[in-house]
């Protein structure tokens, strides 16, 4: 079994940064792909963002490119976002993820259906 926690959430003003990060313990493995989700309040969770267990494969949603930075750190079990120029439709429960599997394609990668271990989210909102 995985756990994951999350934290970095706040409450910022439109066009501030933040920084996510999310820890993984138990049965962690640094072959899984780590994935970044999103829920707003009435809205389905959405992918933010994921990245391969060597971060040679990564992408991001198209209403956060340009703004948003996954990375990794296998050897602390963490994976991280940096988010910048935050906007007021980026106000979301953020959720970490972590496949259950090795090398998943991209294909699978973008489908939250892929992610087996889920954090318990931190609450990230932007005012104007």
């Known amino acids: 079994q995985v756990q994951l926690v999350e934290s970095g959430g706040g409450l910022v003003q439109a066009g501030d940064s933040l920084r996510l990060s999310c820890v993984g313990s138990g049965r962690t493995c640094r072959y899984y792909t780590m994935g970044w989700f999103r829920q707003a309040p009435g809205k389905e969770r959405e992918l933010v963002a994921f990245?391969?267990?060597?971060?040679?494969?990564?992408e991001y949603a198209d209403s956060v490119k340009g703004r948003f930075t996954i990375s990794r750190d296998n050897a602390k079990n963490t994976v991280n976002m940096q988010m910048n120029s935050l906007k007021l439709e980026d106000t979301a429960v953020y959720y970490c993820?972590?496949?259950?599997?090795?090398?998943?394609?991209?294909?699978?990668?973008?489908?939250?259906?892929?992610?087996?271990?889920w954090g318990q989210g931190t609450q990230v909102t932007v005012s104007l």
């Open positions: 990245i391969s267990w060597n971060g040679g494969n990564i």
């Open positions: 993820a972590s496949s259950s599997e090795f090398s998943l394609s991209t294909s699978r990668a973008r489908n939250s259906d892929s992610y087996r271990y």
